[in-house]
């Protein structure tokens, strides 16, 4: 079975569009979502109702916690405190209950999921090996997903060794049928790894093989939107330089 694995939308229709459609041309039978379904973009109605239609999963991110109360502001910086303040103003009730029933992980399936990481489901950004080592340690799967960082990247540890890893370009390719595994497919809304395409993740359970992806998408629509919610300018600026 394949599925494609997302992450931090960040209310970007024009990006998770163009991805979904990608999505159904990669043969994936599921989309799974790792959170922040909202947060610096300036349609989070529609992303969210996106996700209530055709994720699969869909897990709480800490913008999204932002959005529903159950975070606070001041633990934001500026940009994202400013953003999560106008979605709460403008998004649909119906689309805030369906953030607030979220959980932050998911260890039902094959994987383990988690927005931003096994140790710290919430907050913890797995950006080095060290790091990456002790979430080898705590997590039950031997395969896990994890967003929140917006760099596309993976770490592993064969036995007997210490985890190394580092950021995945388009088109990688991976054999995860060994060792233990963490993956991240990137960003799909505000990537930071300097590609500004939308940043997803091919996952072929039948194979344990997994590809990086990315797809392009209108990027200038997005800035414009956010430009027209009179969102700060710089969340619209980053997005062409994947930043």
């Known amino acids: 079975m394949k599925v ?18 990608a ?15 909202v947060g610096y973009g300036a349609d989070p109605d529609v992303c969210v109702e996106l996700m209530r239609e055709h994720a699969a999963i869909c897990l709480a991110g800490n913008h999204d916690l932002a959005v529903v109360g159950e975070l606070p502001l001041s633990e934001f910086s500026r940009g994202a405190s400013l953003a999560a303040q106008w979605t709460m103003e403008v998004m649909d ?11 932050t992980s998911n260890l039902q ?11 710290d489901p ?7 090996a060290l790091l990456a080592q002790l979430c080898l340690d705590a997590q039950d799967h ?32 991976l054999d995860l049928g060994s060792g233990e595994w963490l993956i991240n497919p990137g960003s799909v809304g505000q990537p930071r790894d300097g590609d500004p395409r939308a940043a997803w ?4 359970l039948d194979d344990w093989r997994v590809t990086y992806m ?20 710089s969340l619209a600026e980053r997005l062409g330089y994947g930043q």
């Not at 009730?93 to 959980?103: D, F, K, R, T």
């Not at 399936?109 to 140790?119: D, K, M, N, T, W």
């Not at 917006?150 to 370009?169: I, K």
């Not at 990315?214 to 300018?233: K, M, Q």
Request: hydrophobic residues 45%.
């Open 122 to 128: 919430v907050w913890e950004y797995v950006l080095s």
């Open 23 to 37: 999505v159904v041309a990669s043969g994936a039978v599921e989309m799974w979502c790792l959170g922040d379904v």
């Open 142 to 173: 031997r395969v896990c997903a994890v967003g929140h960082s917006h760099v596309a990247l993976s770490f592993s540890r064969q036995d007997g060794s210490l985890a190394t890893g580092q950021p995945r370009r388009a088109g990688t390719e």
């Open 93 to 103: 009730p119906a689309n805030i209950s369906y953030l607030q029933s979220l959980p």
């Open 109 to 119: 399936e094959v994987i383990g999921l988690y927005h931003a990481s096994p140790r």
């Open 4 to 21: 494609a694995i997302t992450s931090d939308i960040h209310g970007n229709r024009h990006a998770l569009e163009a991805v979904m459609d």
């Open 201 to 204: 993740l091919l996952l072929d």
């Open 214 to 233: 990315r797809t392009r998408y209108d990027v200038a629509g997005a800035a414009s939107a956010i430009r027209a919610a009179r969102l700060p300018d």
